[in-house]
C-alpha cells in the first residue's frame, strides 16, 4: 500500500528513521538480530536506540540537502549520526545502514535533486576531502568489522581514524575516492580471494542493489516488515556478504547466500551458490520467499556465527527508498 498517491510527502529525516526501525523489526532475516532473536552481544533494543540517536545527523544530511549557501557535509552528518547512534544504543549497530542513508537522504532533500539513482551518485561525487575526513573521524566512535586496504594505501586504512587525515589531505581524496579503495574483490596476482565491499560498492556504482531491492518492496504485498525479510533473502542470495567474508571468510559467506538462494528457488534443486548480481534475482522469486523456511535457516545462521550484516544495510537503505516512494506501514 502507498500514500494515496503522496509518495515522499513526509520528512526524509522521518523515512530515514522508519527504516531503520523497520529493518530490524523484519524477521526472520537469517543471522541478523531482528525482533524475535537477539545474538550473543547484540539485543533488538539497542537497534531501537541507534535508530533515535542517530537522527541529529540525518538531520544534519537533509539541511546539507535543503540549504544553499555552505551547508554542512555529507561526511559531518555521517559522523554525527555515527556518534549518536553509538552513544544511545552503547555499540555499533548500524554504521553500514548510516553509510547508506546519508547520501540518500541527502538527495532526497536537495530540491536540485531527486531521489533517483542518479540523484544519489551526484550527491556521491560531490563530495570533498573534508567529507573524508569526516568519515574517518566516525570509526573512532565505533569498532568496525573492516578488510586490510588494498597494496600502496596502508596510510588510508580506515582504522586508523583521524590519524588518516595528514595522508586523506596530502593526496586530496575526497570521500567516494576513499570507498573506491574497498569494492576491489582481490589481487588477480595472488588469486587472494576477496569479497567486495557491497555498500562502498553503492556508493561507487549509483546504488543499484539499494533502488532494485526497493522495487521488491513496493511491489511485494503485505506488512512492510515482512517485505523486508523477503528483500533481505533476495540481496543475500544475489551476492555474498560482506561482512560474513570479513568476520569468516569468502567461501563461507558465498555458502550462506546459496542457502538463501535455495530458499527463493525451492522448486529448483539445491543452488550451489549465489545469483551472481541483483539484477538476476526475480521480484517473483523474492515476493515467494517462504519466510517459515527462513526461520529455520536464521536458528542455523546465529548458531553458526553467520552474520550477513552487510545485506541489512542494504535492505535498511531499500527500505528508506521505498518509504519515500510511496509504502507505508498503515494496513
Known amino acids: 500500500m502507498t500514500r ?22 523484519g524477521t526472520p532475516k537469517p543471522g541478523n538480530v531482528d525482533r524475535r532473536r537477539d545474538l550473543a552481544d547484540l539485543r533488538f533494543e539497542a537497534f ?37 547512534m553509538a552513544d544511545r544504543a552503547g555499540t555499533n549497530t548500524q554504521f553500514g545502514c ?29 563530495t570533498t576531502v573534508d567529507d573524508a575526513v569526516a568519515f574517518y573521524r566516525a570509526f573512532e566512535h565505533v569498532d568496525v568489522a573492516v578488510d586490510d586496504p588494498p597494496p600502496g594505501a596502508d596510510d588510508l586504512d580506515v582504522r586508523r581514524g583521524s590519524d588518516a587525515e595528514p595522508a586523506v589531505r596530502e593526496r586530496e581524496i575526497p570521500l567516494r575516492d576513499v570507498l573506491a579503495l574497498s569494492p576491489d574483490p582481490g589481487d588477480p596476482e595472488t588469486m587472494e580471494d576477496r569479497v567486495p565491499d557491497r555498500n562502498a560498492q553503492e556508493w561507487t556504482e549509483g546504488f543499484p542493489r539499494t533502488f532494485r531491492a526497493a522495487e521488491w518492496i513496493l511491489t511485494d504485498e503485505g506488512p512492510l516488515a515482512d517485505r523486508a525479510a523477503r528483500a533481505f533473502l533476495g540481496l543475500l542470495a544475489a551476492e555474498p556478504d560482506t561482512l560474513v567474508a570479513s568476520t569468516l571468510d569468502a ?27 541483483v539484477s538476476g534475482v ?21 548458531a553458526e556465527g553467520i552474520n550477513p550484516g552487510t545485506t541489512a544495510d542494504l535492505t535498511c537503505a531499500a527500505l528508506f527508498v521505498a518509504l519515500r516512494r510511496g509504502a507505508e506501514v498503515a494496513p
Not at 522469486?285 to 526461520?295: C, S
Open 98 to 126: 548510516l553509510l547508506l542513508l546519508v547520501p540518500l537522504v541527502r538527495a532526497a532533500a536537495d530540491p536540485e535533486r531527486e531521489l533517483s539513482r542518479e540523484g544519489v551518485d551526484a550527491v556521491c561525487r560531490s
Open 282 to 302: 526475480d521480484a517473483d522469486a523474492v515476493h515467494g520467499g517462504d519466510l517459515k523456511a527462513a526461520e529455520s535457516l536464521a536458528e542455523a545462521f546465529v
Open 48 to 84: 531501537l536506540g541507534g535508530a533515535v540517536g542517530a537522527r541529529p545527523g540525518l538531520e544534519l544530511a537533509a539541511e546539507a540537502g535543503a540549504n544553499a549557501g555552505d551547508p554542512p557535509g555529507v561526511g559531518d552528518a555521517f559522523e554525527r549520526a555515527v556518534a549518536g
Open 251 to 277: 567461501e563461507t559467506a558465498r555458502e550462506a547466500s546459496g542457502r538463501a538462494r535455495a530458499i527463493l528457488e525451492s522448486d529448483a534443486g539445491d543452488p550451489s551458490g549465489p545469483v551472481g548480481d
Open 4 to 25: 494515496g498517491g503522496r509518495a515522499g510527502a513526509t520528512d526524509p529525516v522521518d523515512d530515514a528513521t522508519l527504516a531503520l526501525l523497520l529493518e530490524v523489526a
